[in-house]
Every structure is written in structure tokens, then in C-alpha cells.
């Protein structure tokens, strides 16, 4: 149990960017006092303390509702807290699409919402979402006649897309290459075990963690193991970035790309905060428990009083807890097939016939494994349901070794063969 | 009003995956397809297990993997990837020769003696989670059996019915659209440097201005041209040429300034080009419904189209065709068709006839959806670059590259992201800051000379060759497969199958085409 929650904050940091990490309390009271900056909103000029992202600045100032759904233009909000969603997408600086949960914030910098007709919270376009009850089925969408195909085709092209093209050109920054004898990405509890793993070896691992600012982006290799009766002359596949077929680790850092070559990679990026199905389930006010314990311990932000918490296996206990800790009253409901949010943002959860009021609805269902790099290059990934996680996990040995023999995987992001 | 959303980025809901698994989408890559489930920002970090979920609850297919994972992991914008050091990104990497495009078969091939080219076989291709089939499903006996369900083996299946033919089989190894027909950038022109081509895109197209009404699902035809520049003068001579040759054969390009081409395409930087080529009927669709559109349309006229049904045998006796071995049992026919695009070499080899196609890997991408700003789909012949804006608002751009080594090959590589980054912001800066999603690979089925391989086989009776596409099958398919399907019925040969015939190779008259894309 430790261990999922330890490895938890491993998935958190690898999504996670440009954070400092835990503060104490103390820092926070202090820099209170000492900033008064301000963020540009939309032409309104909105308070932020330092550290914090823009999620955190525009839900301190109540703004609940950050974008519009690209297809039916239902209102959005952040869910996760930790750049796996893409809820809490706003504009910023002139570009478009960027995760708020992500992003931290400077003076003057300019956030914008995207995506609707009017504003994000009165979007004329949010008709679509009122004249569709199930949903609008775009394959079969006036498919009757070429003038009312034409017609549909010209009105989606329309509606289409969330955000608009940048103002400005951005930068090319000049990329590097690195080689490392071994690689760690995410620096949670299993990660750093394993770095002193590799340290009492001899072994300087190369750690890619978002709290230093780095992000694994992607993991591109060869299929070696795939003979080529094509190939006319002994050249490897282009599979690798530096075109001889290397296996590459691409990490961003800011504005610029790593291209790290390696001999072993060791995946250590733990979970991520999945929402749960039930009615209206995308409503804003509907946030990952996880993401909500974050935002209290990091920017001393709670986003109500009361919470009622969809939990699921051990994590809804888990979460409740924790929620509690942070100050929050929380009242726990089981997952059913009878859930709906009403409100935007949400001011209860009904369940049934009975509806309960509460401030905000925290998800806590089982976290996924955070298999992505693995299945980029075909390790081997097998389905995990249980009471910890849920999901795809990364299958390996009691080595830790995956299918792939340069890759091993530890913590909560694997299951053992 | 009240909905249960299954992917957050995509709108899709569990309504949604309810129709898709009504509708038989029996595996979990093509119900990603068919709703557009995962294939947005997030690229199914949260969807992924909510799809497993609810599937588990409302008895759809089983799903015990997850759809492929394709890089990037996050969102990364054109100018960051455009900054990758990667020795050889610009032009020719030292330690890699340069291929030129094979002109015949290469010599030192393995030969395989069977390949049983089942899904998931190669690199980069995802084997889907289909339902479990027994062998009973299939027909003993056939009068048609079409080998691959791409547009091409679809698109005849559907002829034939319309003709009467109705006894039809089309044997797909995977689901539909794994191939080159599903993950090819939508691009159809008219802008060619041979006669034939000319007149098959041009009804393809017009084909196309109707599909909806006639298969009942949008294909999302956008005509808003092909603009390719030209950056030498040289390349603006050679231009002129084939502009001169089309408006002879009806299609009416038009020679652009680099003034004019800014006027089309905004934000181009027109110190890249000192002309470019533009016609204005040329246009994107989107792929994934013809397939549907196509095998919907041959299942009511009765012809059947069965999934994850791999080809391992083809039977001849005394030079004629018997039948095939699947790995769900066999299906007697006398007429086989080889639609199997770049995997048409090695179905080819189990019936020992060799053809000169080679498969080449050709790798794309797409971004973050944008409100539409981009009308044509921009393209420049001298880099193989190639880009244009989806009815989702997403760019969708590729790009061949000259050290590409012949091979079945469907992975991505970073190599192409840095290089296809680079020359999208050459020509359009501002496109910089747009954030690639994700990115794939397909495969060309290359013939020495750029033109298809169709019709009869020579020595062996009964099959039929229906490959050889070099990425531009999907836009001529409708109207190739009229031609198929009219000389499959009884009718007779249409003279383009008689000009594209395999013996075309043993007789030395090459149809050479130009104006092939990377």
C-alpha cells in the first residue's frame, strides 16, 4: 500500500514540471505577505502567490470553468492536477492548448480560454451540448443529400479545433545528446531505490524527474529482434533518433531537447489519477482526489469546505484520509450505476433519490500504471485490476526486467510476471 | 444535457462505445477509431482504462491490451522537436548510405518459405484484441476471395456486389484500417504526370463528392487543393512542365508566385519557394470511414468481410488457383485477388509468384487540433514534405526520407518528428508553437517504375494482382476498383489493367510516374 502511494508522487513528478518541491507551511504564510503579482485573465488582472500554477491562481480567484469541450461545448474545469488530462487546457502567452495544471505563473502573463462563441462560461456554442440528450453521431450526420453533406461538412470545419494558431513564431532551441550507462525516469520512492540500488553498485544512474524540470517525452528503439528480408546491406532500421537505429530517451527540459542514448533504462513513473464513469462525470468541480490533496499541500488552496468523495478499492479510504488532512469535510460514496453531478460547477451529487450538497466531487478511483514508454517500444504489458490499481501495467520478472532486455520497470507501474 | 464521458478530450461517451460495439466492432483499436476515442491531447492516459471498464460492463469485446501507445508521451511543440541534435537529421546521416528508390527486387532477399503474415508480425504494428473466432466462420468455397481489407480489396468487394456478384470474400489479417488505407494523411489530387492517373483520381474524386450518399457515412471531403512549392528555379521549369501536361488532360493547375501561394497558404514564408503549383480541386478526406462505408456496402449486397483472418497458404495446381489456407481454416476459389498493398510481396511469394514491389516505411504525424486556418494540403516535392489540415482542425503531415532502408516496417522514429518538425517551421513559422500529439508509420508498396501492379497473373490462372500503390492507392481506389470489378464480372478488360500488368516488368515498358511524395 506504501508503496502505490509512494510511487504515486513518482507519477506526479514525472508529469509534473517546473514545481519547486514540498514546502512548509511557513514558506507559504510568508510569501503570501511579500507577493502581490498578478496574472492577466482574460484583461482582468487576478492575483497569484509565488509558486503557484495558473490552475491554482484562476480557482483561488473562483474562476471554475476553463475551457469548452471541443465537440458538444461542455463546460471544463481541471480534473487531475498533474498534466495526464487535458481538462484544464487554456491559452497562453498567444499559444494555444497549454495545460494551466502545468504551467506556473509570471507576472503579466496573459491566460486566455478557448473554444467558445461569447465566453467559456456563457458559450452560445453550449447548444450543441442542450440539442444533442444522446449524443450526435458525426459518421451519419446528414448523409442524405449532397447539399445538406456539403453543408455539414462546412459547419464542422467551422467548429472544429479548440484553439487558434499562435501569435508568434516560438524559438528553435538547440537540442543536445547525452549518453548515460543507465537511465531512471521518475525519482518517486521506487525510483530513488533504485538509484541507491545502482549507486551501492557503482552505478551513476542519469534520473529524469519533472522536479528538475525534465520530461521524458518519448522512448524510441529498433525492433531488433525483427529480421528485415528487404534490407539489401547491413544498415539497422531508422527506428532511433540519431538515424543509426539507437534506442533514444527524448527529455525535454524548458524549451529544448535531450536526446539521451543508454545502455539500460529503468522505468520508475509509478501512476496516474483516472476519472471515474457515471452522469455528467466532466462536469467543473469534479477533481482527482489526488490532484486536490496536491493542490492543498503545495499551494494551502482548498477549493471548498465540503467534499463528497466517489472512491473505489483502497484508494477511496486512502484518498478520503488524506482529504481529511488537508482540512476537508468529506463525506465517502461508493461508485454506482445511480451517480450524477448536477451543477456547473458542481454544487452536489445525486445518488438516486437522494442528493447530497457539497462544494466540490473528489474521484478517487483506482490509479493506472503509467505504462506509456514501456508499450512505445512493445515490452510486454498485461492487465492489472485489483485493489490497488487498475490498468496496464508493465509485465516483469523478479528481477524487474521487461520483455525488452534493456528495460526494467519498479514500483507501482509493473506487475510481476 | 446529461452524458457519461468515456474520453474527456474527444467528447466521447459511454453511449458512443455502446453504438461502436453495436455496430460489430469487435476489437479495441478499431472502437478507438470508429469514435475517436484516445486520439486526442491526452492520448488515452485517461481513457484507456475507462474504455476497459465500460467495455467490461456492457459485454463489448474483451480488452486485454490497451490501443498502441505512439510517442510523443506529452504534447510537444513543432519547435522543440525541430531542435533535436540528432547526428544526421539534416540530410544525409554519415553512417547511413543513401538509398535510392529500389528499381527491382533486391537480389539478396531471404526468402521465407511462408511467412504467416499475422497481425502484430511487424515491428510497430499493433495486433488489436479481436474477439475470439473459431474456424467455423469461414466459407468453404468462394467464387471471389479478396486477400486484404484495405480501400482497395473493399472498395472491388463492394463493385462486385453492385454487379451481382455477391459471392464474395474479403480475408483481412487484422482489423480495418490497420494497414496503409488507415493510417495514410487523406491527401487526393488530380495533379499527376501520367494520363492514366489523371483520369483515375478525377473520378475518384467525383466518386468521393457522393460517397456519403451512396454508403451512408461522411468521408469528410474538403477540395480545398494542393499547393506544391517549388524552391529552384529548376524545380519552377520542371513545374511548368507538368502543369502544361495537366491542363492538356482537363485538370487546371494553376502556377503560383510565392506571392500568390502566401495568399493561399498564410503565413507561408515565400522566401521558401520561387513558385509553386496549385490546384484547386484536389483536396483531404478522412480515411477510416471508406473502409467502413466500403464493407458496410458489401455486406448488404452480400459479400462477406471477416477480420483477423491471415492469409498462410495459397493453393495452385497445373498453374491454376484453388483456393486459400488461413489460420481459420480453408476457402476454395478460383479467382484470388492480392489487394494487400505492402504486404502484397510476400502473399504473392505463397502462390511462388515474385513481384518487384518493395515496401518502404513512410512515417506522419499529427497535432493538436486548431480552428481552421489552412485551406490546401501544402507540399514540396523536393523534400518529400507534405502537410494539411484535418476536418478536426489537426495538421497531418509526413515526410519520406532518403535513408529510409527498404523493409516492413510500422514504428516511429525521432528522427522523423525532428526532421518533419524542421521543415513544417521553414515554411510556416508560426506553426512553431502548435504541439505535436502523436505520430505513426505506414508503409508504400513501391514498384520500380511508381505504377500499380494490376489484373492477371502471368502463369498463374486465377490470380489477380491488385498492388504496387506507392502511397497514393487511397485516392485512386474507388475508381481502379470500377475497373476490377467490371472485368471480375464477366465484362472486359479495361485498358488501364492491360497497361498496369505485371508482364509489363518481362516486357520492359515502365510506366514511369513523377510526381510521387517523399
Same mark, same amino acid.
Given at each position: 500500500?506504501t508503496? %502505490?502511494?509512494?510511487?504515486?508522487?513518482?507519477?506526479?513528478?514525472?508529469?509534473?514540471?517546473?514545481?519547486?518541491g514540498?514546502?512548509?507551511?511557513?514558506?507559504l504564510?510568508?510569501?503570501?505577505?511579500?507577493?502581490?503579482?498578478?496574472?492577466n485573465?482574460?484583461g482582468?488582472?487576478?492575483?497569484?502567490?509565488?509558486?503557484?500554477?495558473?490552475?491554482?491562481?484562476?480557482?483561488?480567484?473562483?474562476?471554475?470553468?476553463?475551457?469548452r469541450?471541443?465537440?458538444?461545448?461542455?463546460p471544463?474545469?481541471?480534473?487531475?492536477?498533474?498534466?495526464?488530462?487535458?481538462?484544464?487546457?487554456?491559452?497562453?502567452?498567444?499559444?494555444?492548448?497549454?495545460?494551466?495544471?502545468?504551467?506556473?505563473?509570471?507576472?503579466?502573463?496573459r491566460?486566455?480560454?478557448?473554444?467558445?462563441?461569447?465566453?467559456? $462560461?456563457?458559450?452560445?456554442?453550449?447548444?450543441?451540448?442542450?440539442?444533442?440528450?444522446?449524443?450526435?453521431?458525426?459518421?451519419?450526420?446528414?448523409?442524405?443529400?449532397?447539399?445538406?453533406?456539403?453543408t455539414?461538412?462546412a459547419v464542422?470545419?467551422?467548429?472544429?479545433?479548440?484553439?487558434?494558431?499562435?501569435?508568434?513564431?516560438?524559438?528553435?532551441?538547440?537540442?543536445?545528446?547525452?549518453?548515460a550507462?543507465?537511465?531512471?525516469?521518475?525519482?518517486?520512492?521506487?525510483?530513488?531505490?533504485?538509484?541507491?540500488?545502482?549507486?551501492?553498485?557503482?552505478?551513476?544512474?542519469?534520473?529524469?524527474?519533472?522536479?528538475?524540470?525534465?520530461?521524458?517525452? $518519448?522512448?524510441?528503439?529498433?525492433?531488433?529482434?525483427?529480421?528485415?528480408?528487404?534490407q539489401?546491406?547491413?544498415?539497422?532500421?531508422?527506428?532511433?533518433g540519431?538515424?543509426?537505429g539507437?534506442?533514444t530517451?527524448?527529455?525535454?527540459?524548458?524549451?529544448?531537447?535531450?536526446?539521451?542514448?543508454?545502455?539500460?533504462?529503468?522505468?520508475?513513473?509509478?501512476?496516474?489519477?483516472?476519472?471515474?464513469?457515471?452522469?455528467d462525470?466532466?462536469?467543473?468541480?469534479?477533481?482527482?482526489a489526488r490532484?486536490?490533496?496536491?493542490?492543498?499541500?503545495?499551494?494551502?488552496?482548498?477549493?471548498?469546505?465540503?467534499?463528497?468523495?466517489i472512491?473505489?478499492?483502497a484508494?477511496?479510504?486512502r484518498?478520503a484520509?488524506?482529504?481529511?488532512?488537508?482540512?476537508?469535510?468529506v463525506e465517502?460514496?461508493?461508485?454506482?450505476?445511480?451517480?450524477?453531478?448536477?451543477?456547473?460547477?458542481?454544487?452536489?451529487?445525486?445518488?438516486?433519490?437522494?442528493?447530497?450538497?457539497?462544494?466540490?466531487?473528489?474521484?478517487?478511483?483506482?490509479?493506472?500504471?503509467?505504462?506509456?514508454?514501456a508499450?512505445?517500444?512493445d515490452?510486454?504489458?498485461?492487465?492489472v485490476?485489483?485493489?490497488?490499481?487498475?490498468?496496464?501495467?508493465v509485465?516483469?520478472?523478479?528481477?524487474?526486467?521487461?520483455?525488452?532486455?534493456?528495460?526494467? %520497470?519498479v514500483?507501482?507501474?509493473?506487475?510481476?510476471? | =444535457?446529461?452524458?457519461?464521458?468515456?474520453?474527456?478530450?474527444? +467528447?466521447?461517451?459511454?453511449?458512443?462505445? +455502446?453504438?461502436?460495439?453495436?455496430?460489430?466492432?469487435?476489437d479495441?483499436?478499431?472502437?478507438?477509431?470508429?469514435?475517436?476515442?484516445?486520439?486526442?491531447?491526452?492520448?488515452?492516459?485517461?481513457?484507456?482504462?475507462?474504455?476497459?471498464?465500460?467495455l467490461?460492463?456492457?459485454?463489448?469485446?474483451?480488452?486485454?491490451?490497451?490501443?498502441?501507445?505512439?510517442?510523443?508521451?506529452?504534447p510537444t511543440e513543432?519547435?522543440?522537436?525541430?531542435? =533535436?541534435?540528432?547526428?544526421?537529421?539534416?540530410?544525409?546521416?554519415?553512417?547511413?548510405?543513401?538509398?535510392?528508390?529500389?528499381?527491382?527486387?533486391?537480389?539478396?532477399?531471404?526468402?521465407?518459405?511462408?511467412?504467416?503474415?499475422m497481425?502484430?508480425?511487424?515491428?510497430?504494428?499493433?495486433?488489436?484484441?479481436?474477439?475470439?473466432?473459431? +474456424?467455423?466462420?469461414?466459407p468453404?468455397?468462394v467464387?471471389?476471395?479478396?486477400?486484404?481489407?484495405?480501400?482497395?480489396?473493399?472498395?472491388?468487394?463492394?463493385?462486385?456486389?453492385?454487379?451481382?456478384?455477391? +459471392?464474395?470474400?474479403?480475408?483481412?489479417?487484422?482489423y480495418?484500417?490497420?494497414?496503409?488505407?488507415?493510417?495514410?494523411g487523406?491527401?487526393?489530387? =488530380?495533379?499527376w504526370?501520367?494520363?492514366?492517373?489523371?483520369?483515375?483520381?478525377?473520378?475518384?474524386i467525383?466518386?468521393?463528392?457522393?460517397?456519403?450518399?451512396?454508403?451512408?457515412?461522411?468521408?469528410?471531403?474538403?477540395?480545398?487543393?494542393?499547393?506544391?512549392?517549388?524552391r529552384?528555379?529548376?524545380?519552377?521549369?520542371?513545374?511548368?512542365?507538368?502543369?502544361?501536361?495537366?491542363r492538356?488532360?482537363?485538370?487546371?493547375?494553376?502556377?503560383?508566385?510565392?506571392?500568390?501561394?502566401?495568399?493561399i497558404?498564410?503565413?507561408?514564408?515565400?522566401?521558401?519557394?520561387?513558385?509553386?503549383?496549385?490546384?484547386?480541386?484536389?483536396?483531404?478526406?478522412?480515411?477510416?470511414?471508406?473502409?467502413?462505408?466500403?464493407?458496410?456496402?458489401?455486406?448488404?449486397?452480400?459479400?462477406?468481410?471477416?477480420?483477423?483472418?491471415?492469409?498462410?497458404?495459397?493453393?495452385?495446381?497445373r498453374?491454376?488457383?484453388?483456393?486459400?489456407?488461413?489460420?481459420?481454416?480453408?476457402?476454395?476459389?478460383?479467382?484470388?485477388?492480392?489487394?494487400?498493398?505492402?504486404?502484397?510481396?510476400?502473399?504473392?511469394?505463397?502462390?511462388?509468384v515474385?513481384?518487384?514491389?518493395?515496401?518502404?516505411?513512410?512515417?506522419?504525424?499529427?497535432?493538436?487540433?486548431?480552428?481552421?486556418?489552412l485551406?490546401?494540403?501544402?507540399?514540396?516535392?523536393?523534400?518529400?514534405?507534405?502537410?494539411?489540415?484535418?476536418?478536426?482542425?489537426?495538421?497531418?503531415?509526413?515526410?519520406?526520407?532518403p535513408?529510409?532502408?527498404?523493409?516492413?516496417?510500422?514504428?516511429?522514429?525521432?528522427?522523423?518528428?525532428?526532421?518533419?518538425?524542421?521543415?513544417?517551421?521553414?515554411?510556416?513559422?508560426?506553426?512553431?508553437?502548435?504541439?505535436?500529439?502523436?505520430?505513426?508509420?505506414?508503409?508504400?508498396?513501391?514498384?520500380?517504375?511508381?505504377?500499380?501492379?494490376?489484373?492477371?497473373t502471368?502463369?498463374?490462372?486465377?490470380?489477380?494482382?491488385?498492388?504496387?500503390?506507392?502511397?497514393?492507392?487511397f485516392?485512386?481506389?474507388?475508381?481502379?476498383?470500377?475497373?476490377?470489378?467490371?472485368?471480375?464480372?464477366?465484362?472486359?478488360?479495361?485498358?488501364?489493367?492491360?497497361?498496369?500488368?505485371?508482364?509489363?516488368?518481362?516486357?520492359g515498358?515502365?510506366?514511369?510516374?513523377?510526381?510521387?511524395?517523399?
Amino acid at each position: 500500500m506504501t508503496e %502505490a502511494l509512494a510511487s504515486n508522487a513518482g507519477a506526479c513528478r514525472l508529469f509534473t514540471p517546473r514545481r519547486s518541491g514540498h514546502e512548509h507551511p511557513d514558506e507559504l504564510a510568508s510569501r503570501r505577505v511579500t507577493d502581490l503579482q498578478t496574472i492577466n485573465f482574460e484583461g482582468k488582472s487576478i492575483p497569484f502567490l509565488a509558486g503557484d500554477t495558473i490552475s491554482a491562481a484562476l480557482l483561488r480567484a473562483g474562476v471554475r470553468i476553463f475551457s469548452r469541450s471541443p465537440k458538444y461545448h461542455r463546460p471544463r474545469g481541471p480534473f487531475c492536477f498533474a498534466g495526464s488530462c487535458a481538462q484544464c487546457y487554456v491559452r497562453i502567452d498567444g499559444k494555444p492548448s497549454l495545460p494551466a495544471c502545468m504551467t506556473l505563473c509570471h507576472e503579466s502573463i496573459r491566460v486566455e480560454r478557448q473554444n467558445a462563441i461569447g465566453s467559456a $462560461g456563457h458559450d452560445l456554442l453550449g447548444i450543441i451540448d442542450v440539442a444533442t440528450p444522446h449524443g450526435l453521431d458525426h459518421h451519419h450526420l446528414m448523409t442524405w443529400n449532397r447539399l445538406a453533406n456539403t453543408t455539414a461538412s462546412a459547419v464542422a470545419r467551422r467548429l472544429a479545433g479548440l484553439g487558434t494558431l499562435p501569435d508568434a513564431a516560438m524559438e528553435v532551441a538547440a537540442g543536445e545528446t547525452r549518453h548515460a550507462e543507465v537511465v531512471i525516469v521518475g525519482a518517486g520512492e521506487a525510483g530513488r531505490k533504485a538509484a541507491r540500488d545502482m549507486a551501492a553498485r557503482g552505478i551513476d544512474p542519469l534520473i529524469i524527474d519533472s522536479n528538475d524540470g525534465a520530461i521524458a517525452i $518519448g522512448l524510441y528503439a529498433p525492433n531488433p529482434l525483427q529480421p528485415n528480408p528487404f534490407q539489401t546491406n547491413p544498415l539497422p532500421p531508422c527506428g532511433g533518433g540519431s538515424g543509426r537505429g539507437d534506442r533514444t530517451l527524448l527529455v525535454r527540459r524548458h524549451n529544448h531537447l535531450e536526446s539521451i542514448s543508454f545502455e539500460n533504462l529503468i522505468l520508475a513513473t509509478g501512476t496516474t489519477s483516472q476519472p471515474l464513469a457515471f452522469e455528467d462525470n466532466d462536469r467543473p468541480g469534479i477533481y482527482a482526489a489526488r490532484g486536490l490533496v496536491d493542490l492543498a499541500r503545495r499551494h494551502d488552496l482548498r477549493l471548498g469546505e465540503h467534499a463528497v468523495l466517489i472512491g473505489e478499492g483502497a484508494e477511496g479510504p486512502r484518498q478520503a484520509a488524506a482529504l481529511r488532512e488537508v482540512g476537508y469535510a468529506v463525506e465517502e460514496v461508493a461508485l454506482s450505476d445511480n451517480l450524477r453531478a448536477i451543477g456547473s460547477p458542481v454544487h452536489a451529487l445525486q445518488i438516486g433519490e437522494r442528493k447530497v450538497d457539497c462544494d466540490l466531487i473528489a474521484i478517487a478511483a483506482r490509479p493506472a500504471p503509467a505504462y506509456e514508454l514501456a508499450a512505445q517500444v512493445d515490452a510486454e504489458v498485461a492487465l492489472v485490476d485489483n485493489e490497488s490499481v487498475c490498468g496496464f501495467a508493465v509485465v516483469v520478472d523478479d528481477e524487474g526486467r521487461t520483455s525488452i532486455p534493456w528495460l526494467s %520497470a519498479v514500483g507501482s507501474v509493473c506487475t510481476k510476471r | =444535457m446529461h452524458k457519461t464521458l468515456i474520453c474527456a478530450c474527444e +467528447d466521447v461517451t459511454a453511449h458512443d462505445i +455502446d453504438e461502436a460495439v453495436e455496430r460489430g466492432l469487435g476489437d479495441v483499436e478499431s472502437v478507438k477509431r470508429y469514435t475517436g476515442l484516445g486520439t486526442g491531447p491526452c492520448q488515452g492516459k485517461s481513457c484507456v482504462v475507462g474504455l476497459k471498464r465500460h467495455l467490461a460492463k456492457c459485454g463489448g469485446p474483451k480488452m486485454e491490451q490497451p490501443f498502441t501507445a505512439r510517442p510523443p508521451i506529452v504534447p510537444t511543440e513543432f519547435a522543440v522537436l525541430a531542435g =533535436m541534435a540528432a547526428p544526421g537529421k539534416d540530410g544525409e546521416p554519415d553512417s547511413v548510405a543513401r538509398h535510392s528508390r529500389p528499381q527491382s527486387r533486391p537480389s539478396t532477399c531471404i526468402e521465407p518459405a511462408t511467412t504467416p503474415w499475422m497481425a502484430g508480425s511487424i515491428p510497430g504494428s499493433s495486433p488489436g484484441t479481436a474477439m475470439t473466432k473459431g +474456424d467455423e466462420h469461414l466459407p468453404h468455397r468462394v467464387d471471389i476471395l479478396i486477400i486484404g481489407g484495405g480501400i482497395m480489396g473493399l472498395a472491388l468487394a463492394y463493385g462486385l456486389t453492385r454487379r451481382g456478384v455477391r +459471392d464474395v470474400l474479403v480475408l483481412e489479417r487484422g482489423y480495418l484500417c490497420e494497414g496503409a488505407s488507415g493510417r495514410n494523411g487523406g491527401g487526393v489530387r =488530380m495533379q499527376w504526370t501520367t494520363a492514366p492517373f489523371i483520369e483515375l483520381c478525377k473520378e475518384s474524386i467525383g466518386f468521393m463528392r457522393h460517397f456519403a450518399q451512396e454508403l451512408g457515412i461522411n468521408v469528410w471531403l474538403r477540395q480545398g487543393g494542393y499547393l506544391f512549392t517549388a524552391r529552384t528555379a529548376a524545380e519552377a521549369r520542371a513545374a511548368e512542365q507538368r502543369a502544361e501536361f495537366q491542363r492538356r488532360h482537363g485538370v487546371r493547375t494553376e502556377i503560383l508566385t510565392p506571392t500568390e501561394a502566401r495568399s493561399i497558404v498564410p503565413d507561408l514564408d515565400d522566401s521558401q519557394l520561387v513558385a509553386a503549383a496549385y490546384h484547386p480541386e484536389d483536396g483531404v478526406v478522412f480515411p477510416w470511414p471508406f473502409l467502413w462505408g466500403y464493407a458496410d456496402g458489401a455486406r448488404r449486397g452480400g459479400a462477406r468481410v471477416e477480420t483477423f483472418t491471415g492469409v498462410e497458404q495459397i493453393e495452385i495446381e497445373r498453374g491454376e488457383v484453388r483456393g486459400v489456407v488461413t489460420n481459420h481454416g480453408r476457402v476454395a476459389a478460383t479467382t484470388v485477388v492480392i489487394a494487400a498493398g505492402a504486404w502484397s510481396v510476400e502473399v504473392a511469394r505463397l502462390a511462388g509468384v515474385t513481384l518487384p514491389n518493395v515496401p518502404m516505411r513512410h512515417e506522419i504525424l499529427v497535432t493538436e487540433p486548431l480552428k481552421p486556418f489552412l485551406d490546401p494540403l501544402v507540399s514540396e516535392l523536393s523534400s518529400g514534405l507534405y502537410f494539411s489540415q484535418s476536418m478536426r482542425g489537426e495538421i497531418v503531415g509526413g515526410m519520406g526520407d532518403p535513408a529510409e532502408p527498404p523493409g516492413l516496417n510500422q514504428t516511429s522514429s525521432a528522427r522523423f518528428a525532428a526532421r518533419f518538425a524542421e521543415g513544417v517551421t521553414r515554411l510556416i513559422p508560426r506553426l512553431g508553437g502548435v504541439k505535436v500529439i502523436r505520430q505513426w508509420a505506414g508503409c508504400y508498396d513501391v514498384t520500380p517504375d511508381h505504377s500499380p501492379i494490376l489484373g492477371e497473373t502471368p502463369g498463374v490462372r486465377g490470380l489477380v494482382q491488385m498492388s504496387g500503390f506507392v502511397g497514393h492507392g487511397f485516392m485512386m481506389a474507388p475508381a481502379v476498383a470500377e475497373r476490377m470489378a467490371d472485368w471480375l464480372a464477366g465484362g472486359p478488360i479495361d485498358e488501364v489493367l492491360q497497361r498496369y500488368a505485371l508482364s509489363r516488368f518481362a516486357e520492359g515498358r515502365l510506366e514511369h510516374e513523377e510526381m510521387i511524395i517523399g
